[in-house]
């Protein structure tokens, strides 16, 4: 697969404590219908979410903001329950490029330590764009997680 040249730069990295265990918050990723629950800003929603969690599986998860949805596509690469996801991240704030997302769990007693990096972004501005926009979708995933007004669904 042909990768355009991407700034080494253009990389950003996130921590996050999240106050529940690995298993559930790992799960929040990879189940749809918990994604619809947080994959958003506070205050807006999830269309739709479709995932194929497998190596070589694709999803497509819709947020609707300000009355119009952008779509986020993507294949996941690595699959390690319940330690890491590898998937590509495409949408219009990408410029439809792939960019490429980690997200791995670590057990820290009871919660969770989240660190995601995404690489292989555009430019400066999609850098800061989705700096703030997993900023506000982790602050959802915890405090959803936190509620627990949503269950696992297999």
Excluded at 38 to 43: K, L, Q, T, V
Excluded at 133 to 153: C, F, I, P, Q, Y
Aim: aromatic content about 8%; hydrophobic content about 40%.
């Amino acid at each position: 697969m042909h990768h355009a040249q991407w700034d080494p730069r253009h990389v950003l990295k996130i921590t996050r404590i999240i106050n529940a265990p690995r298993q559930e918050v790992f799960e929040a990723w990879t189940h749809a219908e918990q994604v619809k629950h947080w994959m958003c800003p506070e205050g807006s929603s999830v269309s739709f979410a479709e995932l194929d969690v497998r190596v070589g599986g694709t999803f497509r998860i819709a947020m609707r903001i300000d009355d119009a949805d952008t779509v986020h596509t993507g294949i996941y690469h690595e699959i390690t329950p319940p330690a890491k996801l590898v998937f590509t991240w495409v949408s219009k704030h990408t410029h439809h490029r792939e960019s490429l997302v980690t997200v791995e769990f670590f057990e820290q007693g009871d919660t969770t330590e989240l660190v995601l990096l995404q690489m292989q972004l555009p430019d400066e501005e999609a850098v800061e764009r989705h700096t703030s926009g997993w900023t506000k979708l982790l602050e959802h995933l915890a405090a959803s997680l936190k509620k627990r007004d949503w269950r696992k669904v297999e």
